[in-house]
Structures are given as structure tokens and as C-alpha cells.
């Protein structure tokens, strides 16, 4: 039997009237990316069709813990286990026209304790720019909808498509294995997934 597992996927487009290629992260659950086709088609449906990958990784593990996706039926929700986050954090260079952004993964017991370990992040750290004569002060932030200094900060499992949430859970367990799973760089078309 082929294992399921997670998916965290960086989409790409250029919606028509757009100048620049847009991009936002995708979360899916299958045996491949192949079969998470169709879903990312109806996350995104202004894109036409006409979607990319920019970078992916089958998310199995973070932050020293297991990530396996288990039938929803098959184990009674535990409130106190831990969940995983997902964390899009902004910032600023100086002299840079840009506002630059860094993804993260964190396995964590609370929302706050997740917004924390990103806070010690280098990126956090250096992508701060201080009053100077060509730009006000620039703090990083966490793209989220749940504070000031915050941009996106999201539960995974709130996040999966809907089909998926009614199927699936994920379970999280320590590991005694350290490492991240490899992440997967570079401009993948869709239809070469298919063939």
C-alpha cells in the first residue's frame, strides 16, 4: 500500500493583468503530486489553469517529531498534542524594493509558542531596517491575521482542503530522528507531473 502523506507546495502564476508572478503555499494530502493536481486547480481558479511549482516537500518531518497522515476515524482528537503551524514571515532589506518573505514549519503546543520560535529565526532577526534617511522603520513581522506584528500564521489541518479535513488527520510524534525532509527547488510544470 502507498503511503499518504502531506504536501506543502509553492504555487506560482501570472494572473492575467498582473506584472509580476504571484505565489502562495498550498497543503495537500495524497501518494504523490501528481494526484494533488486537481486540488490545486480549485485552490486557485483565477490562475486558469496555467500553475507552477516553485518549490515543494512531502512534509514528514519537523522540529524533531514524525508528521504521518492517519484516517480521521482512526484516533480520538487529543487538544493537548502538539499541531502543526505554518508561518510566512515578512521583512525588509535595506535599499531593497522588495519586502522579502521566508516559510516556515513548527511543530508547537500553542499559536503563541509558535510565533515565538519564528521570532529566533535569523531571518526575523536581520530583516529589520531602523529609521534612516531612505526609509522609515521596517520591522520583520509574521504574516498572520492574529496580531500587530503579524502577517499569516495558520494550524496545517485548518488549512487542507476540505475533502482532506473530513478524511484525514495529521499525527504528530516525537522522533528519534533529526533532520527536516529535503526540499524540492526549481520551476516544475504541471503538465510535466502528468506525464
Same mark, same amino acid.
Given at each position: 500500500? $502507498?503511503? %499518504?502523506?502531506?504536501?506543502?507546495? %509553492?504555487?506560482?502564476?501570472?494572473?492575467?493583468?498582473?506584472?509580476? !508572478?504571484?505565489?502562495? =503555499?498550498?497543503?495537500? $494530502?495524497?501518494?504523490?503530486?501528481?494526484?494533488? $493536481?486537481?486540488?490545486?486547480? !480549485?485552490?486557485?481558479?483565477?490562475? *486558469?489553469?496555467?500553475?507552477?511549482?516553485?518549490?515543494?516537500?512531502?512534509?514528514?518531518? &519537523?522540529?524533531?517529531?514524525? $508528521?504521518?497522515?492517519?484516517?480521521?476515524?482512526?484516533?480520538?482528537?487529543?487538544?493537548?498534542?502538539?499541531?502543526?503551524?505554518? +508561518?510566512?514571515?515578512?521583512?525588509?532589506?535595506?535599499?531593497?524594493?522588495?519586502?522579502?518573505? @521566508?516559510?516556515?514549519?513548527? &511543530?508547537?503546543?500553542?499559536?503563541?509558542?509558535?510565533?515565538? #520560535? /519564528? *521570532? *529566533?529565526? /535569523?531571518?526575523?532577526?536581520?530583516?529589520?531596517?531602523?529609521?534612516?534617511?531612505?526609509?522609515?522603520?521596517?520591522?520583520?513581522? =509574521?504574516?498572520? *491575521?492574529?496580531?500587530?506584528?503579524?502577517?499569516? &500564521?495558520?494550524?496545517? !489541518?485548518?488549512? +487542507?482542503? #476540505?475533502?482532506?479535513?473530513?478524511?484525514?488527520? +495529521?499525527?504528530?510524534?516525537?522522533?528519534?530522528?533529526?533532520?527536516?525532509?529535503?526540499? @524540492? %527547488?526549481? @520551476? +516544475?510544470? %504541471?503538465?510535466?507531473?502528468?506525464?
Amino acid at each position: 500500500m $502507498i503511503e %499518504l502523506k502531506l504536501y506543502m507546495l %509553492l504555487l506560482g502564476c501570472k494572473p492575467k493583468g498582473r506584472y509580476t !508572478e504571484q505565489h502562495d =503555499i498550498f497543503f495537500g $494530502i495524497g501518494t504523490g503530486l501528481k494526484e494533488l $493536481i486537481p486540488a490545486m486547480h !480549485e485552490f486557485w481558479p483565477e490562475a *486558469k489553469g496555467k500553475l507552477h511549482i516553485d518549490a515543494w516537500r512531502a512534509v514528514t518531518r &519537523v522540529n524533531n517529531h514524525e $508528521i504521518t497522515v492517519i484516517p480521521k476515524d482512526s484516533a480520538a482528537v487529543d487538544l493537548a498534542s502538539p499541531k502543526l503551524f505554518f +508561518l510566512n514571515l515578512g521583512g525588509y532589506k535595506e535599499n531593497e524594493f522588495e519586502e522579502f518573505h @521566508y516559510k516556515m514549519l513548527v &511543530v508547537s503546543s500553542s499559536l503563541d509558542d509558535a510565533k515565538a #520560535q /519564528a *521570532k *529566533k529565526t /535569523a531571518f526575523f532577526k536581520h530583516t529589520t531596517i531602523k529609521d534612516s534617511p531612505t526609509s522609515r522603520v521596517a520591522t520583520s513581522h =509574521i504574516d498572520d *491575521k492574529y496580531g500587530i506584528d503579524v502577517d499569516d &500564521v495558520y494550524n496545517v !489541518e485548518d488549512i +487542507l482542503p #476540505q475533502t482532506i479535513k473530513n478524511n484525514y488527520s +495529521l499525527h504528530i510524534s516525537p522522533s528519534a530522528t533529526a533532520g527536516e525532509d529535503d526540499v @524540492y %527547488l526549481g @520551476y +516544475l510544470k %504541471l503538465a510535466d507531473i502528468m506525464k
